[in-house]
């Protein structure tokens, strides 16, 4: 979808990474970004205190580079565990929702009013997005936002060299 609209991005992929060392990745970066998506923090559902401290260091530490953060939110609804999954990811949810300086981006909402959504779109562990019925959803939910972004930065198309 980025693609389509001429714009190329990077990816930097770690699955569960917390939020802390994910954020201490971007700050380390040499050439900060001018758009950051952070689709990090369902692992924080064990510690959801830690949110607020991580977003609010990560936009203090990329203000002066003017970088826009963008920030997805979670959900988990592992079966055994799904009545603490969704109070702890609410609880993450509401932390990023609150922080000042990034802009949320909601995705997880619509999996609420989905009958058999684990398993049917998110795997039958509870957390994320199947193949390709979730992931698809996934990506059209974002890429507005993204690409918006993007534009706004005045981002220009490249290729990868």
Known sequence: RVQAQGLTWGVSYHSGRPTRPAVNWALSLSVKPKVLVMAISTNDIYNTPVMAAQIQRLVTGLAPYGTRVLWVDVRAERPARAVADMRNSRAVNSQIRAASGITPLKWMGWFDEQPNRVGTYIDRGGVHPVNPIGCE????ALAPSVIGA????KLKASVPR
Request: glycine share 12%.
């Open 150 to 153: 993007a534009k706004a930065a």
């Open 137 to 140: 959803f996934w990506g059209a």
